[in-house]
């Protein structure tokens, strides 16, 4: 191995044989869980169709699944790191397995809701296990090519759901389609529960297991809740008082820091250990996941809102058009997690400044094209944009993960893993509500067809991206701040 030291290649020797195939193992379920939070945009037509469900029914199947999700992963986190890993994580799959067949069946809108909103707590048990077994099954110089892979799989996860939606809708119609859509996850989600059961270590022994920090836990979990509330419920309704939410949210996730400090601190078992926030790699990388999250996210949201709505594009066209930036994500993502040792915070600064270019590039395009080109032309305009916009994208999820855990003790590596990706939650939502909202507010009263509503469309488009844009430079400013701070890290084999 070259570029690798003795001491390393010594530890290289020592370490499980089997640990790249239990990762990709673990990935699997990870994409899994992701895939339905994209996936479910272009099945909400064949859903309400299928079952009968209303607006707001429909937008819970979609705000129920990413609250719940947002809601446990520092939580989920703290359990494997206290009682072990892959028995949280096996927990966290079935219950996932269980809820998807609930919901790829359910006779009614109340049960469809009900399962997506269990799916989702299951899924966020899942992917903080994943983080933190990074940590420990890896050596250092080993992370950044695993978190490539588990970026990557984060990323054409949050990219490819309508590109799979809309094949798997077509493969099976309207009225089952969408249930395709969540039965799929039962043989990959057995086929995972079986082979973690197989590949991961039993957890080590470490006597008797922490307890809980219940009170913070409830703290952490209502306060979480009502700030992702106004902003998944936005989308339903449109109504700017949701935000007055966010005032007692701030207050009750005070109140969670304050307990943490004090309380939970001297009874030796705090749900999370604030001295994380001390360590600056790991703070500004929380920091940089969520403005980075706010941005991307939102895109391919607002991307499927202007193919279908604006230009009359069907789910799977809208899907194939987006699967330029699948594309960008799925090459890059592995790619950035290799440069890591050598380029450190200088791949996000590139990364992000790709995804920065191509999503301005998409939005001028849309809003000259739209209208005054044929829409096949418009798309076929946008997909080389896409393409860099994806390519930049996929290279700051890994490299993130990577520079903001490196040095995290092992022993915490869920918790501070959970921590990440609650950042990245809370971004989803913030971003996906704020882009949407101009995006709306700006096509509001548009024509009822023709190449005026498909200018109007471009226009909304372009202007929605301008938020991603400042989200993006704002993050952009974070590892502009990173790489100034910190020396250019030497060869691998230094």
Known sequence: MPGVTTAAREETEQLDPRRWLALGVCVSAVFMTLLDVSIVAVALPSIGASTGAGPSELQWVVSG???????????????????GRKRVLLVGIGAFVVCSALVGLAPTPAV??????LQGLAGGLINPQVAGLVQQLFPRHERGRAFGVL????????????????????????DF?????????????LTALALCARLLPAAPRRGSPRPLDLPGA?????????????????????????????????????????????????????????????????????????????????????????????????????????????????????????????????????????????????????????????????????????????LG??????????LSLADVDVRGGSTAGGVL????????????????????????GAAAGGTVRQADHGRGYAVSLLVSVAFAAAALVVAVRDVRRRPVPGPAGD
Request: hydrophobic share 55%; charged share 10%; glycine share 14%.
């Open 177 to 189: 389609g969408w249930r395709i859509c969540f039965l799929v996850n039962l043989p990959v989600g």
């Open 218 to 390: 409830a703290l952490l979990t209502v306060g979480v809740f009502a700030l992702l509330f106004p902003f998944v419920q936005y989308d339903a309704d449109h109504d700017l008082r949701l935000l007055l939410l966010l005032v007692p949210a701030l207050a009750v996730l005070a109140g969670f820091v304050g307990w943490e400090r004090g309380p939970g601190r001297r009874r030796g078992h705090p749900l999370v250990d604030l001295g994380l926030f001390r360590i600056r790699s790991f703070s500004d990388g929380t920091v940089l996941a969520f403005l980075f999250f706010c941005a991307y996210t939102g895109t391919p949201l607002v991307l499927a809102l202007f193919l279908q709505d604006g230009l009359g594009f069907t789910p799977l066209q809208s899907g194939l058009t987006a699967s330029a930036y699948a594309v960008g994500v799925a090459v890059s993502a592995p790619v950035g997690g290799r440069l890591v040792p050598r380029l450190g915070q200088r791949v996000l600064v590139v990364a992000l400044g790709l995804f920065t270019v191509g999503v301005a590039a998409t939005a001028v395009l849309a809003d000259r094209l739209a209208g005054s080109a044929e829409p096949a032309t418009v798309a076929l305009a946008m997909a080389p944009a896409l393409l860099v916009a994806g």
């Open 421 to 444: 990706q609650t950042a990245q939650r809370i971004g989803n939502a913030v971003g996906a509500a704020v882009i949407t909202a101009v995006f709306y507010a700006v096509v509001s």
């Open 393 to 402: 994208g996929g290279s700051v999820i890994t490299p993130n993960q990577a």
């Open 112 to 117: 469809l809701v009900a399962g997506r909103v």
């Open 65 to 83: 699944y990413a609250l719940a999700f947002g809601m446990v992963p520092i939580i989920g986190g703290r359990l494997g790191d206290d009682r």
């Open 151 to 174: 970026g990557a799989a984060v990323g054409i996860a949050t990219a490819a759901g309508p590109v799979v939606g809309g094949a798997l809708i077509g493969l099976g119609g309207e």
